[in-house]
């Protein structure tokens, strides 16, 4: 009789086809397979997995940078001397890249968890390199044009901290699932986890308080007046903060050759006049080089309308529109009138002029003139030079004596100063709260994101500069604000259910392995090879049955004859029977 034995079909997996196809272009069932990951490859992930968390740190600064994107566009501007948004590319590009590089992390888990060997493809491996070489170029650019921006993520981690050890807390615990089956992982996973749950001990954040201890709302001070809104030190712009409610207003003033204080940020005026139109041949003269004459005759907010420098012009009306196109320059006298009409302080940073300059010597009294002829109180000006301090305190004993240098509180008491202007990165928490005991206000600088002002609100400043009141107008509390209590009964609730559910899983996989291994019965790798072979030819069918039978009759199964007898292989003519 002639035993015909049923081959298996197996059912198309389309979503491992798809995970093993996309990552390693495998997408046929026999390029796979269960057999461990190579040492190249396993290279390859190491590799994959530090370009991740190195755009992942890249990513997350650039996304707190975005309250210093001005201030990067203007470096860019100074060594290109063409103004344009440079952040917009490099953000496009990071997030195109972290987002690949996260797609591919995501398959190579999926390929842990399905027990696939990994197998990058090549393009994948020449795309992987090119995004870790282009973000490490990245690191060394900023590195050395634009140091002090990183200590932004040490104090954008006041704020986002708490929430990213959640967050990380439920990946990695998540991600146990796929590392319960990877015995030789267990003990690795159980010191990331438990690293996790003792992190809040190393999270510090001025927001975590009571809500008792929290001092009176920051001032905020118009840095240019309202730059997003007009152009930057225009009468406009600072009319425009006026009405956004700050409480003072800051500017950059330069002596023009006639001895008249202007308030102009650059060293020249191509970026914020028409100068290249009027005056063609001295576009590149120092601003200071001008008379106020010619200086008046300059458009300053044309170039607002044209630039656009914060996408803001769209939102514009047309009698705001109009009111643009039609800015002067601005003199440090008419801004002072300005503030005192609204009983508002003014802070500037005087330069000085080169010493071919005429006014090379007389700067300081050219602006003491300024002050006092505008007719503002001198309890309204925040003096900010350290040059002749002693001459300008009999000049005008009443103006505030501002230094712009980190000194201790001592040394400040002792030279009369009473405020300090920083930038918001040279003041830590411990700093702000010396100053303040000590009586000495403290004003950072340049402040435009909620989640900055926030913790800097918490930290106890007096004041803050900002190129974005209209912004900081509207955070009438910090973003968040949790009692001590509150926040380690948070911590340690994460923490238990964290144990509680890798627990689960972990048993959960250890009874799924051991019900499977009781129940499998005893196999033949060479019978999981025949019921494959569906269509293949009869040739390649009767040497697997023979491979079959020669392994069956060394594990003692039973004689050649027989068992080529029960597959319907004819022994002596070598074929199978009934073909």
């Excluded at 009692?483 to 609730?493: A, E, K, M, T």
């Excluded at 060394?554 to 004689?559: A, E, I, K, L, P």
């Amino acid at each position: 009789m002639v035993k015909h034995q049923p081959l298996q079909v197996y059912e198309r997996q389309l979503c491992l086809s798809c995970i093993t196809g996309i990552y390693g272009c495998r997408w046929k069932r026999y390029q796979r397979s269960h057999d461990d990951t190579t040492k190249w490859e396993l290279l390859w992930s190491l590799i994959l997995l530090l370009t991740f968390c190195l755009l992942l740190v890249w990513f997350y600064f650039w996304w707190e940078a975005h309250n210093d994107y001005n201030e990067f566009n203007w470096f860019l501007y100074n060594r290109s001397g063409v103004w344009s948004d440079g952040t917009a590319p490099i953000l496009a590009t990071t997030a195109a890249g972290f987002t690949y590089v996260a797609f591919l992390m995501v398959l190579a888990l999926c390929h842990i968890a399905l027990g696939q060997q990994l197998n990058l493809h090549w393009l994948h491996k020449i795309g992987v390199t090119a995004a870790l070489l282009t973000t490490i170029v990245g690191v060394i650019s900023v590195n050395q044009t634009w140091r002090q921006e990183w200590d932004v993520i040490p104090i954008s981690l006041q704020a986002t901290g708490p929430f990213l050890h959640l967050g990380a807390l439920a990946a990695v615990t998540a991600l146990s699932w796929i590392v319960a089956g990877q015995v030789t992982r267990a003990e690795r996973t159980s010191t990331a986890l438990l690293g996790l749950y003792v992190m809040p001990l190393y999270i510090t954040s001025p927001c975590i308080m009571e809500p008792a201890d929290l001092k009176p709302r920051p001032d905020v001070i118009g840095q240019q007046g309202a730059p997003m809104l007009a152009p930057e030190n225009t009468l406009w712009s600072f009319q425009r903060a006026l009405q956004m409610n700050v409480t003072g207003l800051e500017a950059d003033v330069t002596i023009s050759v006639d001895g008249v204080p202007f308030l102009m940020h650059d060293r020249t005026l191509r970026r914020t006049t028409d100068v290249e139109k009027v005056f063609p041949d001295r576009r590149m003269d120092e601003a200071s080089s001008f008379n106020w004459t010619d200086l008046q005759q300059l458009n300053a907010g044309q170039w607002f309308l044209q630039d656009d420098p914060f996408w803001t012009v769209r939102t514009l009306s047309q009698h705001e529109t109009a009111l643009i196109a039609n800015q002067c320059v601005c003199s440090l006298e008419q801004l002072l009138r300005l503030a005192s009409y609204h009983n508002s302080t003014v802070v500037f940073r005087l330069r000085r002029p080169p010493p071919e300059h005429p006014c090379y010597d007389s700067w300081i009294n050219d602006t003491l003139q300024a002050v006092q002829q505008s007719g503002v109180p001198q309890s309204l000006v925040m003096w900010t030079p350290d040059e002749h301090r002693a001459q300008v305190r009999q000049q005008a004993p009443a103006l505030i004596q501002t230094s712009v240098e980190k000194l201790s509180p001592q040394s400040l008491n002792q030279s009369g100063i009473s405020r300090l202007l920083l930038r918001y990165n040279q003041a830590s928490t411990e700093d702000i709260r010396d100053l303040s005991n000590s009586h000495v206000n403290v004003t950072l600088y340049t402040v435009n994101e909620p989640w900055l002002y926030s913790v800097l609100w918490c930290s106890g400043v007096s004041s803050v500069s900002s190129e974005a009141p209209h912004i900081l107008r509207k955070v009438p509390y910090p973003i968040w604000l949790m009692r001590p209590n509150g926040y380690c009964l948070i911590w340690v609730s994460a923490d238990l259910i964290s144990f509680v559910v890798v627990i689960g899983i972990f048993c959960f996989k250890n009874f799924h392995h051991v019900y499977r291994m009781s129940g499998m019965h005893s196999y033949n790798p060479e019978q999981i090879m025949l019921s494959a072979t569906v269509r293949r030819s009869s040739r390649d069918i009767s040497v697997m049955k023979e491979k079959l039978i020669f392994s069956e009759v060394r594990n003692g199964v039973g004689s050649a004859e027989e068992l080529y007898a029960d597959n319907d292989y004819d022994y002596y003519t070598n074929q199978g029977i009934g073909q």
